[in-house]
């Protein structure tokens, strides 16, 4: 394994993503999507504790004291962590599942549907106000990603292999103009997990070749950074001054072979990518 990447968990998870950091616990939360698995590494301690969920969880947020929300199946439900439950708030309509999704710069939890067969333009991107979820965004395909730039002024959403941008409207949390920022080759990998550090750069984990790339607020690609899995999935920045980035892998469809040639797939991983990344706004609250 590379010098510069650490391994936290070595679990071979089937689909491992939706990895969120909480000053408040100093832990990473991240879920392992095929098993119903919501995991919490303590870093500190260097634990992962694994609770099986009764449905599908694919994004998270939290807020100041812990509480945590979540994309869930068909809709949006509260996490109740004592009992490993969910509690259903509200479902969606487009898609047939919830995929990506996190905090917006005020604080509402803004999260994604997918189709199961990636029907084009079926899908769309929702914002959860109370009880009701009112659609941000439609015409979306598979989307696997969705970030802020720092300013709150811009919203990142990767759909199949391009990474859109959209002004966005923090105070009523509304999307506009989207256009195409940054068209990925097949040879990159596919585009998934999206974070966006202090400086405004684009943070991408490339599914399938291993490759991390950076982007600066341009849209040129500034660095490509190598992961000792072609799985990675998912980013997180962390950690006591956010100076880490937190990924997450999969490993469905690999049989004995596979996994024997890419031993780290389905793995928790860390680095110190010499960025920083700008503080979570919490989650609201119901």
């Not at 694919?58 to 807020?63: F, Q």
Request: proline share 5%; aromatic share 10%.
């Amino acid at each position: 394994m590379s010098e510069d990447f650490e391994l936290l968990v070595d679990r071979q998870a089937l689909c491992g993503t939706g990895p969120l950091w909480s000053s408040a616990q100093n832990c990473v939360y991240w879920v392992d999507l095929m098993r119903r698995e919501l995991h919490t590494y303590y870093r500190d301690t260097g634990v992962d504790e694994a609770r099986v969920l009764p449905g599908k969880v694919t994004a998270l947020a939290a807020t100041r004291q812990g509480q945590l929300v979540a994309a869930a199946d068909g809709g949006f439900a509260r996490v109740h962590l004592s009992r490993s439950g969910l509690e259903p708030v509200v479902q969606v309509r487009n898609g047939d599942r919830m995929s990506t999704g996190g905090c917006d710069p005020a604080g509402r939890f803004v999260a994604c549907t997918l189709t199961h067969d990636a029907e084009l333009r079926a899908s769309g991107c929702y914002v959860l106000e109370g009880s009701r979820a009112r659609l941000l965004l439609d015409g979306l395909t598979a989307p696997g990603g969705v970030a802020w730039s720092p300013d709150g002024t811009r919203m990142y959403v990767v759909d199949l292999r391009t990474i859109w941008i959209y002004d966005y409207d923090a105070e009523r949390s509304r999307a506009y103009a989207g256009r195409k920022w940054v068209v990925c080759a097949e040879a990159e990998g596919s585009p998934e997990g999206i974070v966006v550090d202090a400086e405004g750069c684009v943070w991408v984990a490339m599914h399938w070749s291993g490759r991390i790339h950076r982007y600066a607020p341009s849209g040129d690609l500034e660095t490509v950074l190598w992961a000792p899995t072609r799985r990675v999935t998912g980013l997180a920045f962390g950690g006591t001054r956010l100076e880490e980035l937190y990924v997450t892998s999969a490993c469905f469809g690999y049989d004995e072979p596979a996994l024997t040639a890419d031993p780290y797939a389905g793995s928790l991983l860390r680095f110190r990518p010499g960025a920083t990344g700008t503080p979570l706004t919490p989650w609201q609250g119901l």
